[in-house]
């Protein structure tokens, strides 16, 4: 079957691979119906995430049909569909019996990162019973694609903000997963919204999906600045941090007011630094890491109930046989591409290209 390999550091490849098999009783192989390229990715493929190992079939954010489970498998039986979890957890360990499911001892991240992944015509999915969430009738594959990954991830991000409801919220970067992040975020009910971003078509789309009230480009103004006037001086009462840029780091917490929540949810290719002396007296709550995706069932819920949207994000789409051409898109930002999302292989169709 065909899959993108993680070959080594700077190359990724289009190539066949063996068909994937059941190997512990709780796995089971999922047919892809849409996956898509994240982020993330990029980074394993810039040799940012050191865990990630060469040879690996990426794609960690993907939806389908099962087509075989193992014996241990108990929730799903061939046929269903599901969203798969950028997280393989047990759901019993001392970790996901807090929810902390990143931190699983069984898994974690690692479908496309240290176990083959999705970006192909099929996977094999460990842990199945928890690491699936079942896709209800009335949603497409295509609108639960993002459940597993950057909407697990900006759902998370919102939760752990402790956002309330008269708060200015800022949100750095207004990516795939700074979109999630905000939508999410509006959940919660704050009083103002505020985008900050270079990529002005992204601000806009942001913008005109309300999902932002707001808008700012630091290159042409003052973020700190603007968020201050918003707040009598105060600065933003949640930040998220979801741009992972240079200086966003330091942004972040510069635009926060003193006792603010800074949530820093962009994956850093390079260490950041922590002037704690400048930022004495702040009182700064910061909280980190990789999702939690242990809420999908709630996610999935509020897009039944129409209160989650990803459709806007989906601004390409292209059968496996692109992909290539779909990393070279994606990770340039060109031709405003937000998700690029990857419908099943077409034979008969041409490979445009295999090595990005
Ligand atoms: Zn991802
Ligand atoms: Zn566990």
Redesign the pocket.
């Given at each position: 079957m065909k899959a993108v390999v993680y070959e080594r550091k700077g190359m990724v490849r289009l190539t066949d691979v063996p068909m994937p098999t059941i190997r512990e009783p709780r796995d089971a192989i999922v047919r892809v119906t849409r996956a898509s390229i994240c982020s993330s990715d990029l980074h394993i493929r810039n040799g940012g995430v050191p865990r990630a190992k060469e040879g690996v079939v990426l794609g960690h954010e993907f939806v389908g049909e099962i087509v075989e489970t193992g014996a241990g498998v108990k929730r799903f039986q061939k046929g269903d569909r599901v969203a798969v979890n950028v997280e393989s957890?047990?759901?019993?360990?001392?970790?996901?019996r807090r929810g902390f499911?990143n931190n699983?001892?069984?898994?974690g991240w690692e479908l496309g990162c240290r176990i083959d992944g999705g970006q192909a015509e099929f996977a094999r999915v460990p842990t199945a019973d928890m690491s699936c969430t079942r896709i209800p009738d009335s949603i497409s594959d295509e609108q639960a694609l993002f459940v597993g990954d950057v909407l697990a991830t900006g759902y998370w991000a919102a939760g752990i903000g402790e956002i309330q409801p008269a708060d200015v919220v800022l949100v750095l970067g207004a990516g795939p997963t700074g979109l999630t992040t905000m939508m999410s975020a509006r959940l919660f009910g704050p009083a103002v919204i505020v985008a900050a971003d270079v990529n002005e078509s992204r601000l806009a789309l942001a913008k005109a999906h309300g999902l932002c009230d707001i808008t700012v480009n630091p290159k042409e103004q003052d973020v700190v600045e603007i968020v201050r006037s918003l707040t009598e001086g105060r600065g933003a009462d949640v930040v998220f941090e979801v741009a992972g840029a240079k200086d966003t780091f330091s942004l972040a917490w510069q635009a926060a007011r003193p006792n603010a929540v800074v949530v820093v949810v962009a994956l850093y290719e390079s260490a950041q630094f922590l002037p704690l002396h400048q930022m004495y007296g702040k009182n700064l709550t910061f909280k980190t890491g990789g999702v939690d995706a242990g809420k999908c069932a709630e996610i999935m819920r509020l897009i039944e109930a129409g209160r989650l949207d990803t459709s806007l994000m989906m601004t390409h789409r292209a059968p496996l046989n692109e992909i290539i051409c779909g990393y070279e898109i994606f990770s340039g930002q060109k031709d405003g591409c937000i998700k690029w999302v990857v419908t099943p292989f077409e034979p008969e169709k041409p490979i445009p290209a295999v090595v990005f």
């Open positions: 957890f047990c759901g019993e360990c001392f970790y996901c499911v699983c001892v069984e898994g």
